[in-house]
């Protein structure tokens, strides 16, 4: 079951880095300034599951500290 999680797991952090590029080139490229700090709030949000997702693989409790 625990390698179900894994795949799992590894899966988000491949689909959350393809959001992550995908609104970096908005935050470069957004028409108008809202884009741009919306697209930054974004991937300040996106690394933050990252982190917490990279903890659960890891199994290190300290990164969920990070998080919070």
């Keep these: 079951m625990e390698m179900g999680y894994d795949i799992v797991f590894k899966i988000a952090i491949v689909a959350l880095t393809m959001m992550v590029i995908a609104v970096l080139v908005r935050a470069i490229k957004g028409p108008r300034i809202a884009d741009r700090i919306m ?7 996106m690394t933050t599951s990252m982190i917490l ?16």
């Excluded at 697209?39 to 949000?45: F, Q, S, V, W």
């Design 53 to 68: 997702i990279v903890g659960l693989l890891l199994d290190e409790t300290w990164l969920y500290d990070m998080v919070v």
């Design 39 to 45: 697209a930054i709030n974004m991937i300040g949000t």
